[in-house]
């Protein structure tokens, strides 16, 4: 595949993960939290059985399949359930944003796991992603504690349950990456990941559904944006720029903050596209501190 096409594809994938955080809310309000996950992942399956294929598991690494298994379930619990259980369409908006720290956390957690070249950069990053955020919460009043203690306090599951997505994924991440040896469990995990909601859905008392055709549409699009972004996002990083597609992907929290206020039809602040903003920077910035460090180490090399 010609790369420019390849990268043109993953940079569709990007596009379709950013309008999840909208469509996940949508639907949640017609079927349920629970619900409206199980009916997202289980669709998201049953796309990615046709387009990617189920994974010959013989040819896994063992631990691969153990540890990514749970840390991939266990985060798209937290994205699905975090969004789900929002009281409006702004906290769900804000509870995306909060997940969205996973970029900035991936780079840190490398960096000590791995031993990775990084340049003093990251520091100011990391802070300028958590800034973002603590201005994202912090409403009209900027960075005030009492207002972000009071936005979070109104629903501490939602945005406890985000903060802890966007660690796991970090986590997944760096630890999948060392131990998948290249193989690809998506297919596998995204069923896991619905047998896991459908089973929660069965054993506890749930919301009777109110779908209209606007929650069914959301569904379809809910389950194409999960199921081909990730395919597409393989194939660009496969034969794409991948460069290019690194850069644009620190980009999804101003596009899902976007697609997400057209879809649940929110207002959203100044001061909210101004934590946006910072927290997209401050990810680019960590990234591009490693990339730095990297080119450093190497023109030193040829120096010598």
């Not at 591009?288 to 990297?294: D, E, G, I, N, Q």
């Amino acid at each position: 595949m010609p790369q420019k096409k390849a990268t043109l594809i993953g940079l569709v994938a990007i596009l379709l993960w950013s309008a999840i955080v909208g469509l996940i809310k949508s639907v949640s309000e017609g079927f349920g939290p629970i619900a409206g996950a199980a009916l997202i992942y289980s669709c998201s399956a049953i796309l990615l059985l046709f387009s990617v294929g189920f994974p010959n598991l013989k040819k896994f690494p063992r631990l691969y399949v153990i540890i990514g298994s749970v840390l991939f379930v266990c985060y798209e619990l937290c994205l699905s359930l975090s969004l789900g259980f929002t009281h409006s369409g702004r906290q769900a908006i804000e509870v995306g944003m909060v997940n969205y720290l996973w970029p900035s956390m991936t780079i840190v957690l490398a960096v000590i796991v791995n031993r990775q070249k990084v340049s003093p950069l990251i520091i100011p990053g990391v802070i300028l992603a958590v800034a973002g955020i603590c201005r994202v919460l912090g409403g009209d009043q900027g960075f005030s504690i009492s207002e972000m203690t009071h936005n979070i306090m109104e629903n501490p599951l939602s945005y406890g349950l985000a903060f802890s997505g966007a660690i796991i994924w970090a986590i997944y991440c760096v630890v999948t990456k060392k131990i998948a040896n290249g193989n690809n469990g998506i297919t596998l995990f995204f069923i896991l990941t619905a047998l896991t909601l459908w089973v929660k859905y069965f054993i506890s008392p749930q919301p009777a559904f109110d779908a209209h055709f606007q929650t069914w549409v959301s569904l379809a699009l809910a389950a194409m944006a999960m199921g081909f972004g990730y395919a597409a996002w393989n194939l660009g990083i496969l034969h794409g720029n991948v460069t290019v597609l690194a850069a644009a992907s620190y980009f999804i929290p101003i596009i899902s903050s976007i697609l997400a206020a057209f879809i649940l039809s929110s207002h959203l602040t100044l001061s909210f596209w101004q934590g946006t903003a910072m927290v997209s920077l401050g990810s680019l910035v960590c990234w591009w501190s490693t990339r730095t460090a990297v080119t450093k180490s190497v023109s030193s090399k040829i120096s010598e």
